[in-house]
């Protein structure tokens, strides 16, 4: 199983972070081979990849679920594979320093 983990210090307020974090429409463009996301509700969308390897284009949907949300340090959600098997979780957590 891969994992990893990405930090980064921004030297704002943790509100102003969570102000942008939160709001999906504000960073969704910015993920890697990100093609198109779908909202379902406030806890579920819909998010689609799409990637080349060698000349090769593979596209791939995701299902994401929310599974905590606690303002405004802390997000947690899990992802299914759509058109393909696999599963993950993720977090994103704020903090000041």
């Given at each position: 199983?891969?994992t990893?983990?990405?930090?980064?210090?921004?030297?704002?307020?943790v509100?102003?972070?969570?102000?942008?974090?939160?709001?999906?429409e504000?960073w969704?463009?910015t993920?890697?081979?990100y093609?198109?996301?779908?909202?379902?509700?406030?806890?579920?969308?819909?998010?689609?990849?799409?990637?080349?390897?060698?000349?090769?284009k593979?596209?791939?949907?995701?299902q994401?679920?929310?599974?905590?949300?606690?303002?405004?340090?802390?997000?947690?959600?899990?992802?299914?594979?759509?058109?393909?098997?696999?599963?993950?979780?993720?977090?994103?957590?704020?903090?000041?320093?």
């Amino acid at each position: 199983m891969a994992t990893g983990t990405h930090t980064v210090v921004v030297p704002v307020d943790v509100q102003a972070v969570w102000d942008y974090v939160s709001d999906l429409e504000k960073w969704a463009t910015t993920v890697p081979a990100y093609k198109e996301h779908e909202i379902i509700n406030d806890k579920q969308s819909i998010w689609t990849f799409e990637g080349s390897v060698k000349g090769i284009k593979k596209t791939i949907q995701a299902q994401v679920d929310i599974t905590e949300w606690n303002e405004p340090s802390n997000i947690k959600f899990e992802l299914k594979g759509l058109s393909d098997n696999f599963t993950g979780s993720g977090h994103f957590t704020a903090e000041d320093v």
